[in-house]
């Protein structure tokens, strides 16, 4: 494990891309597929988007045979819901589709992250049907933004309650994930970290992954002369407070979102490079995960429309290996692969854990029993002489009472 003093020196240090060796394996758990024209359940997304698709042999493409080639160990991925509609049954069709990729070998995934609105009245119906949907299933996200609360009615699910807290209805759904033993990826805006704060402080058994870094405020926009502080504060402050709950996880990807262009420009890419330092010196390197939150292409998915520029797959991995060259090669291995498989493929061992610790119960009971039992026998012996004859009594006024009922 890292302590803070060791943590705190990489900061102090960078090297050249040219430099920059890639991880020997990497494990990408957030990208999207998407063919909008084609499935019913992105109404959604198509009335943004229009007509699109983002397909398996897309993917391959573009990401997984680049970075196979360059000779790194390709581990698997993790699908990422892409905004299905909020009718009943879109989250759940969208992890039926992705499964028939897979049963069609034209996929290869590890996991499904699918969608589910946990503050709906079906929400327990939903996260019923998306474990039926997909024996790959590993969690569930339900994005926060503001701009996306028309989904939820116009509702802020996470200030919206009493005394801006977090809506009932939202919070009897997130209780709900621990049953079903599912993860929760939590993407909302900065100042609504401590709302969601409370939320996870009270439910330890949900494994929470942040999305994007916490995703500020954009804190170097493409015209901005200079960053901004204020932004950059109010990230750090509610970003500490996540990383003192020991089952917070976050993603380090689309950081052009927070600094448009940086793969273009020093100066923004050393702010990026600060702020991803200060995260994993928060979180630790066994909380934190790389990945390329890929689709599209490699503008789109660095900075969802923001940025011009983005890094390719190999080029990110360089960059992000440049900027860790202080750590361990163990403490890299948690980086770019062990922590997301610690995180997503938890569900059989946790299983495991669950049952242990129910056995260790059932266990405990039935010591309990078996010591009452001796106490109750030891009990009978000794006083055997004396109570003869009562128990003779007993008997008969039993049997007489059994005959009259």
């Given at each position: ?30 990208h999207h597929l998407l063919d909008t024209a084609n ?93 039926a949907a997909s024996p790959l299933l590993v969690g ?27 809506l009932p209805s939202f919070e009897k759904g997130y ?231």
């Amino acid at each position: 494990m890292r302590s803070a003093n060791s943590a705190a020196i990489a900061l102090a240090f960078g090297t050249s891309l040219t430099d920059a060796a890639l991880p020997k394996k990497f494990f990408n758990t957030h990208h999207h597929l998407l063919d909008t024209a084609n499935n019913t359940f992105s109404t959604f997304l198509q009335s943004l988007l229009g007509n699109m698709s983002y397909l398996p042999e897309n993917y391959a493409e573009s990401v997984v045979e680049p970075v196979k080639a360059a000779g790194v160990e390709w581990l698997g991925s993790i699908h990422m819901e892409a905004l299905p509609g909020n009718n009943p049954g879109d989250g759940p069709s969208e992890v039926a589709w992705l499964q028939s990729l897979v049963d069609d070998g034209k996929y290869d995934a590890k996991g499904i992250v699918g969608s589910c609105d946990l503050s709906a009245d079906d929400a327990m119906t939903c996260l019923t049907d998306l474990k039926a949907a997909s024996p790959l299933l590993v969690g569930v996200r339900w994005v926060l933004l503001r701009w996306l609360f028309p989904r939820n009615g116009g509702k802020d699910l996470l200030q919206g309650g009493v005394d801006g807290g977090v809506l009932p209805s939202f919070e009897k759904g997130y209780a709900a994930l621990a049953d079903h033993n599912l993860t929760f990826d939590m993407q909302c805006e900065v100042n609504q970290l401590p709302s969601f704060f409370e939320l996870a402080s009270r439910y330890p058994d949900i494994p929470v992954c942040i999305n994007h870094l916490g995703r500020p405020a954009i804190v170097w926009g493409v015209n901005d002369t200079e960053a901004n502080q204020t932004a950059i504060s109010e990230w750090r402050t509610n970003m500490k407070a996540m990383a003192s709950l020991s089952h917070v996880y976050v993603k380090i990807s689309m950081l052009g979102h927070i600094v448009p262009n940086w793969i273009a420009d020093e100066d923004r890419e050393a702010l990026v490079k600060q702020m991803v330092l200060e995260t994993v010196a928060l979180f630790g390197p066994e909380r934190c995960i790389v990945n390329f939150n890929w689709w599209l292409n490699a503008a789109v998915s660095d900075s969802d429309f923001f940025g011009s520029v983005g890094p390719e797959p190999v080029e990110f991995l360089q960059k992000t290996m440049s900027w860790f060259q202080n750590y361990t090669e163990e403490e890299k291995e948690w980086l770019y692969w062990k922590s997301a498989e610690t995180f997503y493929l938890r569900t059989d061992e946790d299983k495991g854990s669950k049952e242990e610790d129910k056995g260790s119960k059932e266990e405990d009971k039935g010591t309990k029993e078996e010591d009452k039992g001796t106490k109750e026998n030891s009990l009978s012996c000794s006083l055997r002489p004396q109570i003869f004859l009562f128990a003779t009594l007993a008997s008969a006024t039993i049997a007489l009472l059994g005959g009259l009922l």
